[in-house]
């Protein structure tokens, strides 16, 4: 998949070429911890969570953009399955901070990389804070031991948010099975699909919660006309498994070869499968056992 484009990581000295899905070129960077292990919707008060910091308009625009080829060292990991969520607009720019929420480290733009809304998808209100999930990576697995996490997150003030519809089913992939499911609120798969899904050396990340980022049609990447379904993961193995100019992102989208351990990373659907994902919501939740 020929797009080339390059990742710039502040606080490292590392720029790469990107490689398992391609979109517009871009750049980001920076300093974090692991995310709490709490699922969705517990609340604190807000005398036990800290008060938001102001972030003027100079120092907000100075911020890295917290977009798909931005690499923030300040992001949170997460290494886990999410089980439900919140969506979300932005109603402006919005700062992003870590953990110990003081020091902004990026910032959410109000739309994304196609000039669209951007999608928040929220896991938890802690006062006037929300930990949402970011489509940026924290670290690139040369510089993780070989091992990076595939799914981020960060706080953003809660006043930033426009409460979106939640989505009322979830997509689920087994790399065991070798299939993408949707499965409704209640647990029901409603369909399901076979799937061609990342090697041995080129793994799709598993134990992790992403979501629905974007889609868009680029038949140069040999997708055909059918929708790329970009999601919110990257690879967790490898900086450019694809070898070229994609940068390790996982997308769901059509390939003649739609099942097996074929891909470098992301996961091939039928265009029937790739029709019934590309019905779903903005924000939906994409869990990769």
């Not at 992003?96 to 480290?105: A, E, M, T, Y």
């Not at 799914?151 to 409460?163: D, G, M, R």
């Not at 499965?183 to 992403?210: E, H, K, L």
């Amino acid at each position: 998949m020929p797009h080339r484009k390059t990742w710039t990581t502040v606080g490292a000295a590392v720029v790469v070429a990107a490689a398992a899905i391609a979109v517009p070129a871009l750049t980001g960077a920076t300093g974090g911890e692991a995310v709490p292990a709490t699922t969705h919707r517990p609340t604190s008060t807000a005398s036990t969570a800290p008060a938001v910091p102001a972030v003027d308009a100079a120092a907000l625009a100075a911020l890295p953009e917290a977009r798909y080829s931005a690499v923030v060292g300040g992001l949170l990991p997460v290494d886990r399955t999410v089980s439900s969520a919140e969506v979300f607009r932005l109603r402006a720019d919005a700062p992003l901070f870590g953990s110990d929420r003081q020091h902004p480290v990026a910032r959410f733009a109000a739309t994304d990389f196609l000039g669209q809304p951007t999608t928040v998808v929220g896991l938890r209100r802690e006062g006037a804070w929300e930990l949402v999930l970011t489509p940026a990576r924290q670290a690139l697995p040369s510089t993780a031991g070989g091992h990076a996490a595939a799914q981020t997150a960060a706080w953003v003030p809660a006043a930033t948010l426009e409460q979106q519809a939640t989505p009322t089913s979830h997509v689920v992939i087994s790399t065991t099975d070798q299939t993408v499911s949707i499965v409704s609120s209640t647990g029901q798969v409603s369909r399901s699909f076979p799937a061609g899904v990342g090697t041995t050396d080129t793994p799709t990340p598993t134990g992790v919660t992403g979501y629905l980022e974007q889609r868009y049609v680029d038949p140069s990447q040999g997708t055909g006309d059918h929708p790329i379904q970009l999601t919110s993961l990257h690879s967790s193995a490898d900086d450019e498994p694809y070898g070229g100019s994609d940068g390790g992102l996982i997308g769901l989208h059509w390939n003649a070869a739609a099942s097996g351990a074929v891909s470098h990373g992301c996961v091939r659907l039928s265009a029937d499968g790739v029709a019934a994902i590309d019905a779903l919501p903005l924000g939906t939740l994409v869990t990769v056992e």
